[in-house]
């Protein structure tokens, strides 16, 4: 049985696209999302930031934050698809616990 449970998805977008790419990119995350019945609870776009190391030869990436609910087993259907996403350097989706939509603040308290 498949219960929904709570994810939070960190994506770093290769910075050198352009500001109508990266929202073109942020939109197909989360159109992959709804299309396995997901439900975005927030979500925070971080803006552009030197990464620790170089990307493609890219120093730059922007960064997007996304809480969510899904079902567990949609998890690897996604991040297979993200895997090959275009201008997506790195993804990473990690089991959130104690996410409730009345405690979000806590959650999204990242500097953009």
Do not use: C, H, P, T
Request: no cysteine; charged share 30%.
């Amino acid at each position: 049985m498949n219960n929904i449970r709570d994810y939070e998805g960190m994506f770093v977008i290769d910075g050198s696209k352009n500001e109508q790419e990266i929202k073109q990119i942020i939109e197909d995350i989360k159109s992959l999302i709804a299309k396995y019945d997901g439900k975005i609870i927030a979500s925070k776009e971080l803006g552009k930031r030197r990464m620790s190391y170089e990307i493609g030869k890219q120093k730059e990436g922007f960064y997007a934050l996304f809480l969510f609910k899904i079902v567990s087993s949609a998890i690897a259907k996604i991040e297979q698809a993200l895997n090959i996403k275009d201008g997506l350097f790195r993804n990473l989706i990690i089991l959130k616990q104690g996410l409730q939509e009345g405690n979000l603040d806590k959650f999204l308290k990242i500097e953009g």
